[in-house]
C-alpha cells in the first residue's frame, strides 16, 4: 500500500526506456503502429466474442482452477500445474514455450502478427501449510481463459498477446527472473487479477526485501568457563532489540518484523551461532533503500555489543511497489462494471500492505494488478479460510468474470488510440530505480 502519494504520481520518474529496443516503441508497436480503425460496433462485438469463448470453455477454465486447487506446489516446483496449463494451450491450437526463460515452470505463448502487444500474466504456485490460500488457482485459470479467448480475435483486433506462466510468485521472485531474462521486452502492457475479499481496483503493494543474519560467536561451558564464550544469540537479541526501538522511528508507510530460526543447542553451552529472517518493507523500492541500511545498522550493533561477527545475506529477489496504469486502470474498471463489478480503490495513505512481484512489472511497463471478490468482507488472505474460499462458486465467477474483464480490456487497448496514448503518457521513461532488477 503505497502511502507517499496517489500511484500516478511517481509513474513518470521511474520507468526505464531501455527496456525496449527503441526509443520511439517501434519494436512494440506503442508508438509507431496505429490502432486498426474500428467503430464502437465493432469493437462491442469483439468483446462479445471473447467472452462467449470464455462461457464455451466454462468447464475447462473450472476444472484447471479446482485442478490446481488440488494439488497445490511450492515456488519454483509447479510442475502439474505447468503441465496442465500448457497442455490446455496445446489443446486450444497455440504454440507454447515450456521452461521459457531457463525456468522449468515458467511458460509464454504469443500470438498476433502486429500491433501492441499485451501480456496477461498467470499465477500457479502455493503456500507452505496451508496450499492455495491467495487463491493463485484462480489467477491461472482466469488467465488462461482470457488468453485463449483473445488469440481468437487478436488479428482481428490489429493486436499481439503474450500469454506469460509466471512461477514463484510466493517469495521465490519468477516475474524478477523472467524479467532479468528479457520477458518483457517488447510487452507494451501488462495485466493480471487476484482474488480478495472485495472488488477493487488496486492492490496496496508495497516495497520488500528479506534478509537472512547469521551471527558467529564462541562455545564456551556457560556454567564453568562462560567467560570463554561469545554468545551469538545475546548479538541476535541485542540486534532484535535496536530493530524494535527503531520501529517508533519508521514511517507509517514501513514495516520490518523478524523472527529467530537459530539459538543455540543447549542452555549449557553459550551458544556459537544464531540466525534471524527479516523482512523489511517500504512503500517504494527507492524508500526500501535507506531503511535497509537503517535496520542491518541495528543488526550489527548487537553484533558489535557481544563481541561477535555478523554475516547479512539480502535476497535477491527484492519486491518493488506496485505502481498501477491508471488509464488502464480506468478502462478495466469499466469493464468490470459492465459484468456488476463496480470496483472500489485500495489507495489509503499512510498505511503499509502486502507485496508481490508484478510490482517489479510494472516499472518496466504498463501494469494493473486489480482484485476480484471471493470471499466474505473480513477474510484474510494467506489463512486457512480463504483457501477454502478459493474453490468455491465465488471463486469460480471470479474465474470467468475476471477472464473476460482481461479480455475486453486487452480489446479496448488494442482498438482505442487514445488509451494507448494516455497508457504511455503516464507510463513516462525514466530509469527503474535500484532494486527493481
Known sequence: MQGSGPPASRAAAHRQAGQRDSDDGDESGFVSLPCMALDEQQIAELK????????????????????????????????????????????????????????????????GTSGLNAAVLLEYDALPGIGHACGHNIIAAAGLGAGLALAGVANDAGGRLTLMGTPAEEGGGGKVEMARAGAFKGVDAAMMIHPADRDLARMNA???????????????????????????????????????ALRQHIRPTERVHGIFTKAGEKPNIV???????????????????PLKMRVAACLEAGAKAADCRVEMMWDTHAYADI???????????????????????????????????????????????????????GVSLHSPQFADYTKSKEADKAVLDGAKIMAMTVIDLWTRAELQSAVRESFGNGDVPAGVL
Not at 98 to 107: E, S, W
Not at 279 to 285: E, G
Not at 327 to 345: F, H, K, M, Q, V
Open 323 to 377: 505502481v498501477d496504469s491508471i488509464p488502464l486502470l480506468d478502462a478495466y474498471a469499466a469493464n468490470s462494471t459492465s459484468l456488476g463489478r463496480a470496483l472500489t480503490s485500495a489507495y489509503m495513505p499512510g498505511t503499509g500492505g502486502g507485496s508481490t512481484d508484478m510490482g517489479n512489472v510494472s516499472y518496466l511497463t504498463p501494469s494493473i494488478h486489480p482484485m476480484l471478490a471471493v470471499a466474505p468482507r
Open 48 to 111: 462479445a466474442r471473447a467472452c462467449a469463448d470464455i462461457d464455451a470453455r466454462a468447464g475447462d477454465l473450472l476444472t484447471a482452477s479446482h485442478e490446481i486447487h488440488a494439488h497445490p506446489e511450492l515456488n519454483f516446483e509447479e510442475h502439474f500445474a505447468h503441465e496442465l496449463l500448457t497442455a490446455a494451450i496445446e489443446r486450444a491450437g497455440l504454440p507454447v514455450s515450456r521452461k521459457a526463460y531457463g525456468i522449468d515452470t515458467a511458460f509464454q505463448t504469443t500470438v
Open 271 to 289: 551458544p556459537r551461532e544464531a540466525e534471524m529472517d527479516w523482512y523489511v518493507r517500504s512503500d517504494t523500492i527507492e524508500t526500501l533503500q
Open 206 to 244: 508495497i516495497a520488500i526485501q528479506q534478509a537472512v543474519v547469521r551471527y558467529y560467536g564462541q562455545a564456551a561451558h556457560a556454567a564453568v568457563s562462560p567467560h570463554l564464550g561469545r554468545n551469538a544469540l545475546d548479538a541476535a537479541v541485542l540486534g532484535y532489540m535496536n530493530v524494535a
